[in-house]
């Protein structure tokens, strides 16, 4: 099981107002995320599903005898399902939610670039419409004439992760 | 030169200790018999306000120290039989130990005090009539009679006899004479040791306590008799009741030591406080011992040479050993006996029956029961809540008991044991019992089932616990308070546990909760479904079978139930329930695990597999709480696996098969 | 002479500082000379040199326990009629007892408020 410290992604250069992020890919679409969030990235390995949950959560993991969460972003943002591979990772984050600071592993198909990005590069979200909420995105950024969607990570596992949502899929 | 002195950091351990002698005190004013107080018991509540005052005193809460001295002195006049103890008294006390409460409550918050509140309730307790006191009053200064024998060695103990006399000066007048009898020839004499003794007439308001005080240090080391003079017998006979001679009656005015740790007698246990964090960190970190011990025994049994595989085998076995023991001490510091919830009630029946005008006995046993702090925690209010419902609506006015040929005074007997897996708490009344015309009514009036439903007595006992049905017909200020009985049987579901009502018109109600005995591990029967492994709980399956499918019949065309024994279990397919792909779906194919849900069901799974003691997680930690599921464990290959709540499991079932049109949810609850 | 009479000195050990502040501060402020130590060893070095009208002194501590200091203390020529008194809690009652047994005049009961301490204190001295 390969792991990949976030600190050895790290750009040697930071400059003030800018922010660093992790891309990783979906398909064709490129997504970044607060690399601050990031607490580490795992390979795919089996999850143990849990029962009555939407189909986007896949299941738990065991990471070092906490319980975490996975969840499948391709099924959460509706895209066409991949199959899992060498490349798919396991992307752990922390965020905040109700006053608690919380574990949760985001299935990507692999990840790609750390990205230093100036506060004024990131664009306003036009309404993509489909299954990603506005609100699940910070802004969009264009970096070597590639388009990378900028998500709001607390927002985005908050909303779709956490919260009571229906227990059928 | 003064030195900065921060107290502040021996306030919380005041407060706690505070709070501990309020509850002796309340526990012992309880206790009280008014006509014939133990004189152990008057003590114990004194020493409790003593030091509570002292406490107070040495870290500046001057409020508290003058209230609680309020207490004391009154305590202190019943103690040396100036006043006699009366039910106004004991109720004003009981007052002010809450008033006592809330004034600790306030200064740990760092809040103000409401001064005409505790203003209110301290000149109660100064405007008790004095019932003896008048007597007390008339009577001459107590002469006493003190014979004081130091033994020779006296002096060595860095005692000095002149400096008793001193003190003892400082309270009253007094004459004495010293025995030179046995004061030897000059040339014979040891100048270290002591060869007196002294007659002392004593004359001085105060207390055979305040005289034993004076000579408290030097118990051992000499004799000593105090006596009273003239009025002696007089008090003594009353105190014996009459039966026994002064002599005697003397003996039981001495403070005992069980009482001067201002705790009830037997209750002296060797306990140490320890932070709850600590001890939490040291189940977790045990929990990850036994995984670590369960990967290094599958390690051990894949290993491929076999000498190393046998010393290895051996040495996890010691491991495993070891760490089984470990695990039950360490879990065995947060168990508490259910005697600290107990405690509360007495207090709450006495106020609660002499408000709604009823006589009530409560009868509490299985006190020592040990059970999980945080279960302890969380059953207080259920508890509560069902004493008061008790007191309420179960144990009629005493008038009403005697026409309907009963004993004007009701019994609530609270009661904990062991069963199986779980502790069982339970609360019988002898009172009106459920009327389930009035239920039933009630029900339909709210909708919760329909006027052709037919229930049986113990579905309809049941509907209590749905939610928003209230059996009081108004709120009644006692039991209203906008809590059901379905928040005390959520609470308890919380819990893991469960809570089932039997209950018999005019003869009583009774409420069992069954509780987990702990919340941290449970010893986990793993079994099989598709590809996925869940655990269950082992103490709750009566057993498991191979299906004779021609024991399933389906109802209503939708959910089987399997005739089991004199009667029919619902069948819970785990596959369907829970959505898993690729599990067996033929009756006859499976096994089926008979359950103890609250109510038997049958579980069908593929497989059933090894059993293990498991560390429960919550599922909350970094998700959220599923219905259905306990939480999550993590086995000994890494993996983790979802522990089956069976009461959860039961309700989603049944929350399942009522859209799939059963005839209403009222039916399915059943004991 | 206009010399100030000595003030009477007292020997006060207790390895919790915060204890010690507290009685030492209720001393102090009651013109009593106080000696702080931190256990028995250094409180038996101290007598061995001094002379002390009372000690006062904690059970259970580090290095030499009270109840040892109160032992070797009586062997000394000086110190075999010298108050002696434990701090203990109410609940300790072998305590007090182990106490007397070694030596001790009488105890101290834990928590005490000033007034207490001084009132004990005088009964001694």
Redesign the interface.
């Known amino acids: 099981m390969t792991e990949i410290s976030p600190t050895d992604m790290l750009s040697a250069e930071q400059q003030a107002g800018t922010s660093q992020f992790l891309t990783f890919k979906l398909g064709a679409e490129e997504y970044g995320i607060d690399i601050l969030k990031v607490q580490e990235i795992r390979s795919w390995e089996p999850v143990t599903t849990i029962p009555n949950t939407p189909d986007y959560v896949l299941g738990v993991v065991n990471l070092r005898g906490t319980i975490v969460p996975v969840m499948d972003l391709r099924r959460r943002f509706q895209l066409e399902q991949a199959e899992f591979h060498t490349t798919t990772v396991i992307i752990v984050v922390k965020i905040e939610n109700e006053g608690h600071l919380r574990t949760v592993g985001m299935v990507a198909d692999a990840v790609s670039e750390v990205y230093n990005v100036v506060g004024d590069a990131i664009s306003e979200t036009p309404d993509i419409g489909g299954a990603i909420n506005v609100e699940f995105i910070r802004g969009l950024t264009t970096i070597d004439e590639k388009m990378i969607i900028l998500l709001e990570i607390d927002a985005l596992v908050n909303a779709g992760l956490l919260a009571e949502l229906p227990s059928s899929p | ?3 900065d ?1 921060n ?1 502040s ?2 306030h919380d351990i ?1 407060f706690e ?1 505070s709070i501990e002698n309020l509850e002796v005190m309340e526990a012992n004013l309880l206790s009280l018999d008014i006509a014939r107080p133990e004189p152990e018991v008057i003590n114990t509540v004194f020493r409790a306000a003593h ?1 509570i005052k ?2 107070a ?2 870290f500046g809460f001057s409020d508290i120290a003058d209230f609680t001295h309020v207490v004391e002195t009154c305590f202190d006049e019943v103690r040396e039989q100036k006043r006699a103890l009366t039910r106004l008294m004991v109720d004003a006390v009981l007052e002010s130990v809450d008033c006592l409460r809330y004034m600790i409550a306030q200064s740990k918050s760092g809040q103000d005090i409401d001064k005409d509140k505790v203003a209110g309730i301290r000149q109660k307790l100064i405007a008790l009539p004095a019932a003896t006191q008048s007597e007390a009053t008339q009577q001459p200064t107590p002469s006493w009679h003190i014979y004081f024998h130091p033994h020779d060695y006296f ?6 006899p002149y ?1 008793l006399f001193r ?1 003892l000066a400082e309270l009253g007048e007094m004459q004495i004479s010293g025995q030179l009898d046995r004061l030897p020839p000059l040339q014979g004499m040891d100048p ?1 040791l002591c060869y007196l003794s002294w007659h002392i007439q004593f004359s001085a308001d105060v207390a055979r306590g305040d005289i034993e005080e004076m000579f ?3 118990d ?2 000499c004799e000593l008799h105090i006596e009273l003079g003239g009025e002696r017998r007089q008090h003594a006979d009353r105190r014996a009741g009459g039966r026994t001679g002064g002599r005697r009656a003397d003996d039981m005015q001495l403070p005992t ?1 069980a009482a ?4 009830l007698p037997g209750q ?1 246990s060797n306990s140490i406080r320890v932070n709850t964090e600590k001890v939490d960190n040291l189940v977790n970190l045990v929990g990850e011992l036994v995984i670590t011990v369960s990967m290094l025994s599958r390690f051990a049994s894949t290993n491929r040479r076999p000498v190393d595989r046998e010393k290895l085998k051996q040495s996890v076995e010691q491991l495993e050993r070891n760490t089984r023991d470990l695990q039950e001490q360490t879990l065995n510091i947060r168990m508490l006996p259910i005697d600290f919830v107990f405690q509360r009630l007495p207090r709450l029946v006495h106020d609660l029956s002499r408000s709604l005008g009823k006589q009530v006995e409560l009868k509490l046993s299985g006190n020592a029961t040990e059970i999980d702090k945080t279960v302890l925690e969380k059953i207080g209010d259920p508890l509560v809540h069902l004493i008061r419902n008790a007191l309420d609506h179960g144990i009629e006015t005493p008038a009403e008991r005697e026409a309907a040929g009963k004993e004007k005074v009701g019994v609530i007997a609270l009661e904990s044991y062991h069963e199986g897996g779980n502790i069982v708490v339970q609360i019988r009344d002898d009172g009106a019992g459920i009327d389930p015309e009035a239920i039933r009514r009630k029900a339909i009036e709210k909708d919760l089932i329909n006027v052709s439903d037919e229930l049986t007595e113990s579905q309809i006992h049941n509907l209590i616990f749905l939610p928003g049905f209230s059996t009081a017909n108004e709120i009644s200020g006692v039991s209203g308070r906008g809590v059901g009985a379905d928040v005390v049987r959520s609470n308890i579901v919380e819990l893991g546990g469960n809570v089932k009502v039997a209950s018999q018109k005019g003869i009583g109600t009774t409420f069992s909760l069954y509780l987990p005995l702990t919340l941290a591990i449970m010893d986990g029967q793993l079994i099989r479904v598709g590809e996925d492994i869940f655990v269950i709980s082992l103490l709750s399956i009566i057993e498991s079978t191979q299906i004779d499918s021609s024991l399933v019949s389906a109802v209503a065309g939708k959910y089987e139930v399997y005739r089991y024994r004199d009667g029919y279990i619902p069948v819970i397919r785990l596959h369907e329930v829970f959505g898993v792909q690729g599990a067996n779906t033929a009756l006859d194919d499976g096994l089926l695990v008979i359950m103890d849900a609250g109510r038997r069901i049958g579980l069908l799974v593929d497989d059933i597999l090894g059993q293990q003691q498991v560390v429960i997680k919550s599922l909350r930690t970094n998700f959220r709480q599923i219905e259905s599921l306990a939480g999550a464990t993590i086995l000994g290959d890494g993996t983790v696996a979802m522990i089956i709540d069976l009461p959860g499991l039961l309700e989603f079932w049944l929350a399942e098969n009522e859209s799939a049109n059963t005839p209403s949810a009222a039916a399915e609850i059943s004991t | 002479m206009t010399e100030t009479p000595k003030p009477t000195r007292i020997l006060l050990v207790d390895d919790s500082a ?1 204890m010690r ?2 009685v ?2 209720t001393l ?2 009651a013109h009593y000379e106080v000696h702080e130590s931190m256990d028995g060893v250094d409180a038996l070095a101290f007598a061995q040199d001094n002379d002390v009208a009372l000690v006062v002194t904690d059970i259970n501590m580090p290095n030499m326990d009270g109840i040892t200091l109160i032992k070797e203390l ?1 062997q000394l020529s000086n110190y ?5 008194l434990t701090l203990t809690t ?2 300790a ?1 072998d305590k007090k ?1 182990q106490g ?1 047994a070694a ?5 101290i009961v834990k ?6 301490l001084l009132k004990t204190i005088r ?2 001295l």
């Open positions: 030169m003064a030195l002195l107290m950091q021996f005041f200790e030091s002292g406490g005193g040495t002096l060595k103990t860095g005692n000095d400096r003190e270290e408290e240090w030097v051992e080391d030591s001067s740790g201002g705790q002296e | 915060s502040e507290m030492s501060f102090k402020a009586r075999r009629f010298t108050p002696i109410e609940s009652d007892q007397k030596g001790a005049t009488g105890w928590p005490f408020d000033p007034d207490t009964r001694v």
